[in-house]
């Protein structure tokens, strides 16, 4: 049985190569304890002397406008928050009632008829269609000729024309249009001519 041992330099290389890479996994997961008392004071030293940056238990320096995970409590900061002064705007939180309110300079409409509504929404816009006859024949569904300017559709009750308004009800004399755009119903007479 071989234990790889005939290229002498290759596993002396290795070997060396192993030591030096565990002495930095160590000294990675374990920091020494004399390093960590001596950061300590210099903690100390240098958060009296620097204020915008502080060290850790690791000897890590750290920004102080950096968000902090460290529960440890910072003095400076204390003393920093302990002399600004709430001037607050006059009013007594601890007496119950109405805060006082400031009386409106300038004149006062007491007056409901000076008071304007807003205007009504305007009127919908006019069906412009034109019932000119019918164009059914005996015994099919009512159908009746309508007209807008040039163009002419035929339509029976229930049906959309020009993809705008649709016929609701068909009598001899008149037609009932709706606008589908506008909710809006209207009676168109039959016109002869």
């Known amino acids: ?43 100390a030293t240098v958060s009296s002397t620097n204020t915008n940056s502080r060290r850790t238990a690791f000897g890590k320096a750290i920004a102080l406008n950096e968000p902090r995970l460290d529960p440890t409590l910072d003095l400076a900061m204390l003393r920093k928050s302990e002399e600004i002064k709430y001037t607050g705007n006059g009013r007594n939180i601890f007496v119950a ?11 006062v409409v007491t007056d409901q008829a000076t008071i304007k509504a807003p205007p009504p929404p305007p009127p919908p816009p006019p069906i412009n269609l034109k019932f000119f006859g019918f164009a ?58």
Not at 11 to 27: N, Y
Not at 97 to 107: L, M, S
């Open 97 to 107: 009632g109405a805060p006082q309110i400031e009386q409106v300079k300038g004149p």
């Open 1 to 43: 049985m071989k234990l790889g041992l005939e290229n002498r330099k290759q596993v002396i290389a290795l070997a060396v190569l192993g030591a030096i890479a565990l002495v930095f996994v160590v000294r990675w997961l374990w920091p020494s304890e004399p390093q960590a008392s001596a950061s300590a004071a210099q903690t």
């Open 136 to 193: 059914s024949k005996p015994g099919e569904p009512k159908k009746i000729f309508l007209q807008q300017g040039d163009d002419v559709f035929v339509a029976g009750e229930g049906e959309i024309v020009d993809r705008r308004y649709r016929v609701l009800r068909i009598s001899p004399a008149s037609v009932e249009v709706e606008d589908v755009l506008n909710n809006n119903k209207q009676s168109i007479p039959l016109t002869l001519g």
